[in-house]
């Protein structure tokens, strides 16, 4: 588990991109545990270093938001809206 600025640290970026990711629903907002301090998963690590990725590829925001949205979609949806955006 990681606090955000360790979380920045280590994907290279700074707190206000993670904070930035938040509110454009990119990566998940932890809930505030009774310490005060908001704890992130690996799994926001890797999704941060896929977006990273990702637009280093030269996808935009848009283009990643719907790229992470496929996990979350049956596989024929999926599929129509990867070839949409691959075609784009």
Request: hydrophobic share 30%.
């Amino acid at each position: 588990m990681y606090t955000i600025g360790k979380l920045a640290e280590q994907a290279s970026i700074n707190v206000e991109t993670v904070r930035y990711y938040e509110r454009r629903g990119l990566i998940e907002k932890p809930e505030k545990p009774h310490l005060g301090y908001r704890l992130y998963p690996l799994a926001t690590l890797n999704r941060i270093k896929f977006i990273k990725r990702s637009q280093d590829l030269g996808f935009t925001l848009e283009e990643i938001s719907n790229l992470l949205s496929l996990n979350d979609t049956p596989c024929i949806e999926g599929k129509r809206n990867a070839n949409h955006t691959f075609q784009s």
